[in-house]
């Protein structure tokens, strides 16, 4: 299964915020942490995607990004006056394309999260099945989803609940939709790990091995670990 997005390559200049094409080895060095935390933050991404649960945060990811978009950001705006044709010119568009790029994916990971609030958030608040709100969401994501669940609240009440018998509208303006978490998935092992159980069938369990880079389909109850430590990967 191909990849959301192309892995970044030798062919997709690193988001580093300096410009000048005369650089020595720190700055060389400085640009592979900064493409390190670009991988990092798109594989966030699509673990974040494809995981049913709401995944514990990356704010130190998404700061980083942040942070080197803002200083790639104002470099191109002092050169960007200089003109001109020249390898200078093209290493600034080329620097703007990345960073769009990037800021495309931050943007997506929030997106993801955000949305996974308002479905589950009122589960989250609630700390059912160890899924507590601490580990889960930021505290501004919680105080989102504290304020989306009584907004919904009250819109119920206001548009249908008004209308149901008193008895019954307590219960069902508190129903908390709950992650599916024996749903499928597909994922890429990152690390080989031994003694993974999973179903087998008829109520029976199966210990197997996941070779490191094998690529595998299952329930992800039985993975959900693997995936927020690292060792393996939604695809």
């Known amino acids: 299964m191909a990849d959301a997005f192309p892995a970044l390559d030798d062919s997709r200049p690193d988001l580093d915020p300096d410009l000048d094409p005369d650089e020595d080895d720190d700055e060389e060095e400085e640009q592979m942490t900064a493409a390190e935390v670009a991988a990092r933050l798109e594989r966030a991404w699509t673990d974040e995607r494809f995981a049913p649960t709401l995944l514990p945060p990356r704010p130190e990811i998404v700061d980083c990004i942040l942070d080197q978009l803002a200083a790639v950001d104002e470099n191109v705006r002092q050169r960007a006056p200089r003109g001109g044709g020249g390898d200078g010119g093209l290493r600034v568009v080329a620097h703007r394309a990345e960073a769009d790029r990037l800021r495309f994916v931050v943007a997506a990971y929030l997106r993801e999260r955000l949305a996974k609030v308002e479905l589950h958030g009122r589960h989250l608040l609630a700390g059912d099945d160890d899924d507590d709100a601490a580990r889960r969401m930021t505290d501004e ?51 080989r790990v031994d003694g993974v159980e999973v179903e087998a069938g008829g109520g029976e369990t199966e210990v197997v091995t996941l070779e490191r880079g094998s690529q595998h389909v299952m329930q992800y109850a039985a993975i959900a670990d693997l995936v927020e430590s690292g060792v393996v990967s939604l695809i």
Do not use: C, M, S
């Open 141 to 191: 994501e919680a105080t989102y989803a504290r304020e989306f669940a009584d907004g919904v609240d009250a819109h119920a009440r206001q548009v249908a609940l008004r209308h149901v018998p008193p008895n019954l509208q307590a219960a069902e303006a508190r129903q908390a939709a709950a992650p599916n978490k024996r749903a499928y998935v597909f994922l890429r092992v990152n690390e």
